[in-house]
């Protein structure tokens, strides 16, 4: 599915950058962020909802402070790479809350989960009870994030100035 981008000037990056650091942002301190009077950044976030570029806002919550101490990188194979196969493990795994990504990739394995649990018993029952029993996995492979170096949630804008 392929989309027209919409066209970007400086002040719509600006605002792009300056909501990305902060979503809670007033509409009168991202226009002075913006170089903007009030209206017209008003105008140019609500272009950007609509066209899609702007998706939502949301508020990043501590994982740690939740109980949330075990980042998992899922490493997944299945049998066969068809398109019935691909479909299956997506919808097995669509409604786990654990599961924070899933992406489909190139290489040796399928697919690559990002998952987050309070423990390692979670985990397990993650793996033995959900993962396994999907049909078509051939293989799961674990890696355990002993440390988080670097997460940002905002994507880099420089390449559109």
Not at 26 to 33: F, T
Not at 66 to 94: P, Y
């Amino acid at each position: 599915m392929t989309r027209d981008r919409i066209e970007l000037d400086a002040a719509s990056l600006r605002i792009l950058d300056a909501l990305q650091e902060n979503a809670e942002l007033s509409n009168a301190e991202l226009a002075e962020r913006a170089h903007l009077s009030a209206s017209p950044c008003w105008r140019r976030v609500a272009q950007m909802r609509e066209a899609g570029v702007i998706r939502g806002s949301v508020a990043l919550v501590d994982p740690l402070q939740l109980g949330l101490l075990v980042n998992v990188f899922v490493h997944v194979t299945l049998e066969k790479q068809d398109k019935a196969s691909l479909r299956t493990f997506t919808d097995a795994i669509e409604g786990r809350p654990e599961i924070m990504e899933c992406y489909l990739m190139t290489g040796s394995e399928d697919f690559l989960l990002r998952v987050v649990v309070e423990d390692l018993l979670r985990y397990q029952e993650l793996v033995l009870d959900i993962l396994t029993q999907i049909p078509g996995v051939a293989n799961i492979r674990s890696s355990f994030a002993l440390d988080q170096v670097k997460y940002t949630t905002a994507l880099p804008t420089g390449h559109l100035r």
